[in-house]
């Protein structure tokens, strides 16, 4: 029992860690705290069922069409609002409430346009057995592709020219403006590749369990207690960060109660931020 | 360069006390006018009863997200407690004390609730405060539906047909609006609402100019709470019934922090004049377009930050000058 337990923990745990990526790193790199995160995720999950039960598509094919479309979303969303908060002073604060707005717009829409009706996708991959424990093994494909993509996140920041410029700009916006790189340009990728990150996620989230709008506040606080666990903008940490709230919501539906371990996130974000405020693992900007 | 006199500093205080005078007399007309009200035929209990639910509401949280700089995307959490403490003590446990004594009493409790979730939670800023509010009330919600339902009600909620008074409970939240004028307006002048202020503008500077910040933060935290959670006692009294699905509902803080922002945070006049705005306007939409609501209210809180960041108030303070000193 306690096996197949700690092995879903981790299997969701990966699913978590990917769901967090886009939040820590449009926070990293531009200060921009997206409160509507998780709203955006479940929006994206909705997508993939479009996808999948009304227009017959392979999930996995789903998955692979969100990551464009959240790109496009996010490349966007920080054209339109968030580049006309960036150089105000108090854009911390601001671009918190201007979130905390959208995500009401995308919570108000989905409920509209889905119900509030549970809605779930028919299982993609069989389950097998290994040693007594049951995988489903659309789960362990979740926790395989949102490992890759993490790692592929990691490369893409120390490789690329891309990704070592959205750290420059994460470092100091002046500094690399004054190296030739536009910021905004920069920031409005970096957006979008946190959008494509959330619509893997949200087609993710849909594949393995049954959706609702409601779920977007549970990903919300789960997210942000994962890239406050993991450090801002560490792919890697982010990762164990999420399969860590993953077995302990596990173990707490074990050894609590089932009904209370979506508050596990809430209590694990205010012990960690009590107890080890820098997180467990080194943020890639240091301040 | 010349200084100004001093008499003259005193002069330019003086509409600031007149403006305080004029808001509590305003404060007692509308009182008297929401008093005659239920008298009035064809006036709905129900529409006064739930624009000062939502005023009182956004006057709340201004105090702790206005005038402390504490923005709190949890805050319904005091007002569903509300509705809680009173369900529980009359409805379940059948406490033996005059219901329109303990709507006032019982979100003392809260209060206090509101003072041990402060003591970590306000030590966290911007950001991690905000969602870690907004998790305390997924979080209470959750522990609410799993406590003994023979306690809390479960899923099912907790009614109290034998007190349904709607006329009665409809005062309480005439005495309950006024007395959050009366402090809003009080603490805008005092030096308690200086210190928010100062902790707002830059929280370390407060403290070394002597400002207690643990302190007063807290203080105003549980004010904030109190007047929620009285806001949640009294409309139970009014509709007899709570249940966890309605009361911890994250439209409600949707609702208050686009009311505040709306109007002005910080400011007096601004919550009320936001509140009854989207009130107005909520109302009007209900009926026509009731799932286009929420995406409307989303809308309003999208469009102050990035238009008119300082709400309405700040709006007509750089529009009209002439007006700066009355409606702070």
Do not use: C
Not at chain 1, 203 to 227: D, E, H, K, N, T
Not at chain 2, 143 to 170: H, K, Q
Not at chain 2, 224 to 252: H, I, K, M, P, R
């Amino acid at each position: 029992m306690e096996t197949q337990i700690l092995v879903n923990g981790l299997l969701i745990g990966g699913v978590y860690g990917i769901a967090a990526l886009g939040l820590g790193l449009v926070w990293g790199v531009m200060s921009v705290v997206n409160v509507a995160h998780g709203d955006l995720l479940i929006f994206l999950a909705y997508m993939t069922w479009v996808l999948v039960v009304v227009e017959s598509l392979s999930p996995f094919l789903a998955l692979v069409l969100l990551i464009p479309a959240g790109f496009i979303i996010g490349y966007f969303l920080y054209q339109l609002l968030v580049r006309h908060l960036i150089h105000r002073s108090e854009v911390e604060l601001m671009s918190l409430v201007l979130f905390f707005g959208l995500s009401a717009i995308v919570y108000g829409f989905g409920a509209y346009l889905w119900g509030s009706d549970f809605r779930s996708l028919p299982i993609p991959l069989p389950t097998f057995s290994l040693l007594g424990v049951v995988l489903p093994g659309t789960r362990v494909a979740a926790f395989f592709i949102g490992g890759g993509l993490v790692l592929g996140l990691r490369w893409f920041f120390r490789k690329t020219f891309w990704g070592k410029a959205i750290r420059a700009v994460a470092q100091s916006r002046d500094a690399a403006r004054a190296l030739g790189i536009d910021p905004d340009r920069v920031s409005a990728v970096a957006f979008g590749i946190a959008l494509a990150y959330a619509g893997v996620a949200g087609a993710l989230i849909a594949m393995i369990s049954p959706l609702s709008p409601s779920l977007g506040v549970a990903y919300v606080g789960r997210s942000f207690a994962v890239v406050v666990l993991g450090g801002l903008g560490n792919p890697v940490g982010t990762l164990v960060a999420g399969i860590v709230l993953g077995l302990t919501e596990g173990l707490s539906s074990l050894w609590i109660t089932f009904g209370l371990s979506p508050a596990v996130a809430f209590v694990l974000l205010i012990a960690v931020l009590i107890l080890r405020p820098q997180g467990l693992f080194k943020p890639v900007r240091s301040r | 360069m010349r200084t100004a006199p001093p008499e003259v500093i005193l002069e330019r205080r003086d509409p600031i006390r007149l403006l305080n005078t004029g808001l509590i007399v305003l404060a007692v007309v509308a009182a008297g006018f929401l008093a005659l009200q239920p008298g009035i035929p064809g006036a709905s209990l129900v529409f006064w009863f739930n624009l000062m639910k939502a005023i009182v509401l956004a006057m709340s949280l201004n105090l702790i997200t206005g005038y402390t700089g504490y923005v709190d995307f949890g805050h319904v959490v005091f007002f569903g407690l509300g509705t809680y403490v009173a369900g529980i003590a009359i409805g379940m446990l059948g406490v033996a004390v005059p219901v329109p004594l303990w709507v006032f009493v019982g979100p003392l409790l809260i209060a206090l609730i509101a003072v041990v979730v402060g003591m970590p939670a306000l030590r966290l800023r911007g950001a991690y405060f905000a969602i870690a509010m907004l998790s305390f009330n997924a979080a209470t919600r959750l522990v609410i539906l799993n406590l003994p339902s023979d306690f809390a009600g479960g899923a099912f909620g907790i009614p109290s047909p034998e007190i349904y008074d709607p006329r009665t409970a409809y005062y309480g939240m005439v005495g309950l609006l006024v007395a959050i004028i009366l402090v809003t307006v009080w603490l805008a002048g005092s030096r308690f609402g200086v210190g928010l202020k100062a902790i707002r503008d830059d929280e370390g500077a407060a403290g070394v100019m002597g400002v207690r910040t643990t302190q007063y933060k807290l203080t105003a935290f549980a004010v904030s709470a109190y007047f929620a959670a009285a806001a949640g006692s009294v409309d139970y009294w009014f509709v007899a019934f709570t249940s966890n699905e309605l009361v911890f509902n994250n439209v409600v803080t949707v609702e208050m922090v686009a009311a505040v922002f709306l109007g002005g945070a910080g400011t007096v006049i601004g919550p009320v004049l936001g509140a009854s705005t989207l009130y107005l306007v909520r109302d009007f939409l209900w009926v026509r377009f009731p799932f286009l609501y929420l995406p409307m209210f989303g809308a309003v809180i999208a469009g102050v930050v990035l238009f008119m960041p300082r709400g309405i108030v700040g709006f007509v303070e750089d529009h009209v000058p002439s007006l700066r000193a009355r409606i702070k």
